[in-house]
């Protein structure tokens, strides 16, 4: 008899210290569940940050030394000789058969651009 009556007063003393420690595991589990979704959300908005800051437009002489790809398409308020001077080549009209005048360039309108070697060089 005696065993069972002391294998009851430790399971209730085991019962004792488990009902103390679950509210005590639920509240740590809840304190880091919160600063586990702070650091998300600081890590999205500074990402989201960084990648507005890399969608900036070029200015200056960044924009100038920006390489042209290969098919252009002409933009708003660009004539064929700011392109010629943006992307260094002076022979648009020559390569591009389609423009019969040059006069008249147009937003949208798709051009070869083929860079002098010297800016190729410099790549």
């Not at 210290?17 to 919160?34: G, H, L």
């Not at 940050?49 to 437009?57: D, G, V």
């Not at 008249?104 to 410099?122: A, E, H």
Request: charged share 20%; aromatic share 8%.
């Amino acid at each position: 008899m005696a065993s069972s009556s002391s294998s009851s007063s430790s399971s209730s003393a085991t019962n004792k210290a488990t009902s103390y420690w679950i509210p005590v595991a639920d509240t740590a589990s809840w304190y880091c569940a919160i600063v586990l979704l702070t650091l998300i959300l600081v890590g999205s908005i500074r990402e989201n940050n960084s990648i507005a800051a890399e969608e900036e437009p070029f200015r200056g002489s960044q924009f100038l030394s920006r390489p042209c790809d290969e098919i252009y398409v002409v933009g708003e308020g660009e004539t064929l000789n700011t392109i010629s001077d943006k992307c260094d080549d002076p022979f648009i009209v020559e390569r591009n058969p389609h423009i019969h005048d040059p006069d008249d360039v147009f937003p949208g309108l798709v051009i070869k651009i083929t860079p002098s070697k010297t800016r190729k060089l410099l790549r």
